[in-house]
Nanobody
Framework: QVQLVESGGGLVQAGGSLRLSCAAS????????MGWFRQAPGKEREFVAA????????YYADSVKDRATISRDNAKNTVYLQMISLKPEDTAGYYC?????????????????WGQGTQVTVSS
C-alpha cells in the first residue's frame, strides 16, 4: 500500500501562484508514476499533470500546460505541482495519485492510490 498526503492548497488571488506537495509513504518503491487531478463542485475529476517516477517524463493537460510544472524528489518520495498565473477556473480540490503499473494513458483516473486532496481557491 501507498499513502499519499497533499499539502499547499489555500486561497490565492487571480494571477498568483502556488505549489502543491504530495508526500508518499508505505511501499514507495512500487511507484511508477504520479499525477495530479482536480475536481470542482459538480464536475468530474480531471487530469492536470503526471510524471513518470523513474524517467521523469512529464505530461500536462492542455488547460494548464503553459502554467503548470510537475516535478518530483525521489529521495523525499514527494511530487510537486507548481502553478502560475492562476485563474478562478482553477478553483478545485486537487488530488494526488500514484500508480504501480506501467501506464500508457496518464490522464486516466484509474490510478491505484489517491490522496485526500487539498483545496485551491482562486479569487478574482
Amino acid at each position: 500500500q501507498v499513502q499519499l498526503v497533499e499539502s499547499g492548497g489555500g486561497l490565492v488571488q487571480a494571477g498568483g501562484s502556488l505549489r502543491l506537495s504530495c508526500a508518499a509513504s508505505g511501499r514507495t518503491s512500487s511507484i511508477r508514476s504520479m499525477g495530479w487531478f482536480r475536481q470542482a463542485p459538480g464536475k468530474e475529476r480531471e487530469f492536470v499533470a503526471a510524471i513518470n517516477w523513474n524517467a521523469g517524463n512529464t505530461y500536462y493537460a492542455d488547460s494548464v500546460k503553459d502554467r503548470a510544472t510537475i516535478s518530483r524528489d525521489n529521495a523525499k518520495n514527494t511530487v510537486y505541482l507548481q502553478m502560475i498565473s492562476l485563474k478562478p477556473e482553477d478553483t478545485a480540490g486537487y488530488y494526488c495519485a500514484a500508480d504501480s503499473r506501467r501506464r500508457r494513458d496518464y490522464s486516466n483516473t484509474d490510478y491505484d492510490y489517491w490522496g485526500q486532496g487539498t483545496q485551491v481557491t482562486v479569487s478574482s
